[in-house]
């Protein structure tokens, strides 16, 4: 370790978020509780990330969730576990998974301040069995005050993502990454396993304005938007000085490698998926927050991300995000 490393303060993640809310006397905590619950979520999905191969959360359940995608067992563990790490405490009145059809209501809406958490427990079901990193990514919005108790549990659901109040991302990768914004800038964490906490690493983490990676699963290619077609086309000529291709498959992976180097990642509608494939509340949105928070942008190939407004909970999404010049640029050629 260098000396630096050595010397800087160790800072855990409830640390980092009491101390968050000092600068706002009004706090009530509720916030802080609601992380440090995901933070005790994520760490024990990773320990079943771990050591997956040996107990049994390997391979799908042979049935399909809510969208018409196949189970995996470990998508199962993970709901559950961050289920029952935040029901526990009536400051969340509501948690919205992809996982379900509907939303959990811990809470009756009637109750004044409460909060919605809303969830993609596992991201990347596909790179599951083949120990390729996956994640976990958070939203959190305030219930709204302007909707009566006779309209249930939806209204406080389908807001856009302005209205987040924290959102974040864990990849379980060679090691345990966790990033959160409460709209006051990036803080990012590693899991010292050691210890079983999360370690402040990064206070205030900017993605860098530009970077010469595109992210996208280019089979695709044919049924992309024109624009987007352009955009590859003059990605891969001497005049645009040479861009690199990465492509994970894990949306929470890309992310964070492309807020960290640059770049810019892209889900555009395609033949298969006319609205997009990713989905609005789960992933568009909370990642779309964390990239505004770095600096970056996010964008649906026509307006910002964050101002759409949700039609249903399982809305999906077209997806540009990364560095603010490379959106951008793909945007230009959009027009
Ligand atoms: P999930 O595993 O939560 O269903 O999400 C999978 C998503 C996302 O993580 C990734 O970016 C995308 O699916 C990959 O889709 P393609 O296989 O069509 O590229
Ligand atoms: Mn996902
Ligand atoms: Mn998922």
């Not at 029952?84 to 209501?105: F, H, K, N, Q, W």
């Not at 939806?154 to 345990?176: D, I, K, N």
């Not at 509340?281 to 928070?293: D, K």
């Amino acid at each position: 370790m260098t000396t630096e490393a050595m010397t800087r303060p160790i800072v855990t993640i409830v640390q980092h978020i009491r101390e968050q809310q000092r600068a706002f006397p009004t706090a009530t905590g509720d916030l802080s509780w609601i992380l440090s619950g995901i933070a005790l979520a994520t760490r024990i999905i990773q320990s079943y990330v771990r050591c997956a191969g040996i107990v049994d959360v390997l391979g799908s359940l042979g049935k399909e969730n809510v969208q018409g995608e196949l189970v995996q067992k470990l998508d199962i563990v993970a709901n559950e576990t961050i289920l029952r790490c935040l029901a526990y405490r009536d400051i969340v009145g509501i948690m919205v998974s992809e996982e379900d059809d509907e939303p959990t209501i811990v809470k009756s809406p009637a109750e004044p301040g409460k909060y919605t958490v809303l969830f993609d427990p596992l991201d990347g079901s596909s790179n599951i069995d083949v120990n390729v990193s996956i994640g976990t990514i958070f939203s959190v919005l305030r219930y709204r005050d302007d909707v009566p108790e006779s309209e249930g549990a939806l209204p406080h659901c389908l807001q856009p993502g302005v209205q987040q109040v924290a959102a974040g991302y864990v990849v379980y990768g060679s090691s345990t990454v966790l990033a959160y914004t409460t709209g006051n800038g990036v803080h990012m964490f590693t899991l010292d396993p050691s210890i079983g906490a999360y370690v402040l690493h990064t206070d205030g983490v900017r993605m860098p304005d530009t970077g010469k990676m595109y992210s996208v699963n280019e089979a695709y290619l044919d049924s992309f938007p024109q624009g987007v077609r352009d955009y590859l086309a003059w990605a891969k000529t001497e005049e645009s000085g040479g861009y690199g291709l990465r492509y994970i498959g894990s949306l929470v992976s890309d992310f964070h490698r492309t807020l960290l180097k640059g770049g810019v990642f892209l889900y555009p509608p395609t033949a298969k998926n006319p609205g997009g494939k990713l989905r609005l509340l789960y992933e568009a949105n909370p990642l779309g927050f964390i990239a505004e928070q770095a600096g970056g942008a996010a964008m649906d190939f026509k307006g910002r991300v964050l101002e759409r407004q949700p039609d249903s909970l399982h809305a999906r999404t077209p997806l540009l995000i990364g560095s603010k010049s490379e959106v951008d640029r793909v945007m230009e050629f959009m027009r």
